[in-house]
């Protein structure tokens, strides 16, 4: 049996294009995924060298956790 419908002109364009869209999204979420497995594994815990942020103010923490030192005349605080 033979069909006597027409398709619509770039309909399966528009298919092609939805399928490539979707793929990319999928491969994106995939890549996106295993980069926050990677960093989530580590825990936070890569250490950052401390430095000075203003006068007697030092940042001392890990790339993901905040640490401040403030350092005064008498004491460390």
């Known amino acids: 049996m033979i069909s006597t419908q027409k398709s619509k002109p770039g309909k399966s364009r528009k298919h092609q294009l939805l399928a490539g869209f979707g793929a990319f999204i999928v491969a994106l979420a995939v890549f996106l995924f295993t980069k926050w497995k990677e960093a989530s594994d580590q825990g936070g815990q890569l250490p950052l060298a401390p430095f000075r942020i203003a006068g ?5 923490g890990t790339r993901d956790v905040t640490s ?3 350092t005064g005349p008498k004491a460390t605080y």
């Not at 007697?56 to 001392?60: D, E, F, I, Q």
């Open 56 to 60: 007697n103010l030092y940042y001392v």
């Open 68 to 70: 401040f030192l403030l």
